[in-house]
């Protein structure tokens, strides 16, 4: 039996999912006096680091917590529940943490986007029972801003590399901590957990030890669900965002049964964007919940859920906060959450009277979850203009000159799918959305979206240059070289595709393979 210390702010399920997967049961944490009788502790700290202590301490765990690390019994805590071993975080000035260990957190310094999002290696830095049937040279999901500075080297398990050296992970005694995510991680992220959770598993260094780790280019399957005319929840895929042939919706699959099928297949990630959200309200469409549930069940790497995600009234009158609407999407096994349409009239919003609010779905969402747990999906559209001075809005001079042999172009940020364009470009919007705490964008492109003409890459260069948070390439795939061209040409973090997978036309196993060796990925 398992004890699991969840305190309420994520998405816990995955890490519940991936223990039952391996035969144990879960107790979850209801009083202190669980964590005084757990044999065997986990606790996947999800969110901020303030807010986690405040909520530690309101539920009066931070005595029962520091009894039970202090009796040697076994502790594995995860990201933020590893941060909390430690006496402070900089995410939090003032606020303690249990100073188990000595040393802080500290946010990443680096040149490099933050957060470090996606896979990346670890270098064993003491023998321990957690890397027993690892080779060492395994990749590891990572998602955090705030890495731990722990005073004492002796206690470091493993370091990986991210702009520059930090400790990603610990063990002093039968304490551990992970930064990665193991529930996150694939079947090498299950036999870090199984290795935990064996009673008898001897200490072992793995037989490779890198001498510098890389983050892997991340290759992520999109799946775009909504309801069919027959009322079934079905997979489907546009042209240029239309989903419709010979007026029906069509249907490429099963959602549950496709991400079970990608993630087999190598997916690095999986996205579901609810693409009628937008005039549907998730929380009545429970089938979408459902789906996320099942598939996070056997599929162990993150997945993100959009679609529908802004405040909404419903019929009787009550009213919902996109945060609570996030919340349910996060205990139903999302790990981040995509914000499209609202994120424009956000963005819009705030570029008008220049007042953060606090109010809206991205900072509200991302300060109860964290910037990592928020992504923006931008569905922007070329608009082709003579010279720069004819648009509103910056533009770029393009090799692909518009219908009337146009030399510049700027991006239009539309909603609703595509149905309605702003006046807001989508340079603007990105830069407003990772200053309202946005984590990651999926930068899609309504030009190329079904078309195998490859990714816009002079769109994707325009907007990782307008902000430092990671950018998800998305829209155009056809071939494998044309991943081997955003990742070479662009500084994309990761690169997203649909059709191709969804019609079988190239496995996201020949993606990588054709990777392998040219670009750093996750075999
Ligand atoms: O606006 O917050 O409710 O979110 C709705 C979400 O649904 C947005 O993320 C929006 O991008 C998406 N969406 C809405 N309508 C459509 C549509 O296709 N009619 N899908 C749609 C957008 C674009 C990509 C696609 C890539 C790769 N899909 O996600 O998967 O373009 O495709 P490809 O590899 O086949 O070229 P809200």
Same mark, same amino acid.
């Given at each position: 039996m398992i004890t699991l210390l969840d305190y309420g702010a994520g998405n816990v399920r995955s890490v519940v999912n991936a223990i039952e997967s391996l035969g144990e049961t879960v107790r979850p944490v209801q009083s202190p006096e669980d964590i005084l009788s757990a044999e065997r502790l986990i606790f996947p700290g999800v969110g901020a680091f303030g807010s986690m202590m405040e909520i530690l301490h309101a539920r009066g765990y931070v005595s029962p917590l520091k009894a039970y690390l202090q009796s040697g019994r076994p502790f594995l805590g995860i990201c933020l529940g590893m941060h909390a071993l430690f006496e402070e975080s900089e995410e939090a000035p003032g606020t303690l943490g249990l100073g188990i260990m000595k040393g802080r957190v500290k946010r990443f310094t680096i040149? &490099? !986007?933050? /957060?470090?999002i996606g896979w990346n290696g670890i270098k064993a830095r003491q023998a321990s029972p957690?890397? %027993?049937? &690892?080779?060492? $040279?395994e990749k590891f999901y990572f998602v955090h801003s705030y890495h731990i500075a722990p005073e $004492? /080297?002796?206690?470091? &398990?493993t370091a990986t590399d991210y702009g520059y050296e930090f400790a990603s992970a610990v063990q002093q005694g039968q304490i551990m901590g992970t930064q990665f995510h193991p529930e996150k991680s694939g079947d090498d992220g299950r036999r870090i957990l199984a290795n935990f959770l064996a009673a008898d598993t001897p200490a072992v260094t793995p037989r490779h030890i890198p001498e510098t780790t890389r983050l892997a280019k991340r290759i992520i399957a999109c799946l775009d669900v909504r309801t069919n005319d027959q009322g079934d929840l079905v997979v489907t895929k546009g042209d240029q965002y239309d989903v419709r042939e010979a007026g029906q919706v069509r249907n490429l699959g099963l959602p549950v049964e496709l991400a079970e099928r990608y993630y087999r297949e190598g997916a690095d990630e999986i996205t579901f964007l609810n693409i009628t959200g937008f005039r549907d309200f998730p929380l009545e469409d429970m089938p979408m919940l459902e789906v996320l549930k099942q598939t996070s069940r056997n599929v162990f790497v993150p997945l993100t859920i959009g679609g529908g995600i802004r405040n909404y009234t419903d019929q009787n009158g009550r009213t919902y906060s996109a945060l609570e609407v996030a919340a349910e999407y996060f205990r139903s096994g999302a790990d981040k959450v995509s914000i499209g349409s609202d994120a424009v009239l956000i963005a819009e919003d705030y570029l008008r009277t220049g007042h953060l609010t606090g109010e809206s779905a991205i900072e509200s969402i991302s300060r109860v979850y964290?910037?990592?747990a928020v992504v923006i999906s931008v569905d922007p559209r070329r608009v082709y203009v003579a !010279? /720069?001075? #004819?648009?509103p809005r910056q533009t770029i001079e393009t090799a692909y000159p518009g219908p %009337?042999? #146009?030399r510049y172009c700027w991006y239009q940020c539309t909603i609703k799918g595509g149905r309605e364009g702003r006046e807001l470009d989508a340079v603007s919007l990105v830069k407003a959305c990772e200053t309202l705490g946005a984590g990651e964008i999926l930068l899609n492109c309504i030009d190329r979206d079904g078309t195998n003409a490859g990714f816009d890459l002079e769109l994707i260069t325009t907007v990782k240059a307008a902000v430092s948070i990671p950018v998800i390439a998305s829209s155009g795939a056809g071939c494998e070289a044309h991943f081997h061209e955003v990742f070479t040409r662009t500084e994309a973090e990761s690169a997203l595709a649909a059709g191709i997978f969804h019609r079988r036309e190239v496995p996201i196993s020949d993606v990588k393979a054709y990777l392998q060796g040219r670009v750093e990925i996750r075999p």
């Open positions: 040149d &490099l !986007a933050v /957060p470090h957690l890397f %027993n049937g &690892l080779q060492g $040279d $004492d /080297p002796g206690v470091i &398990l964290g910037s990592q !010279a /720069p001075q #004819e648009a %009337n042999g #146009e």
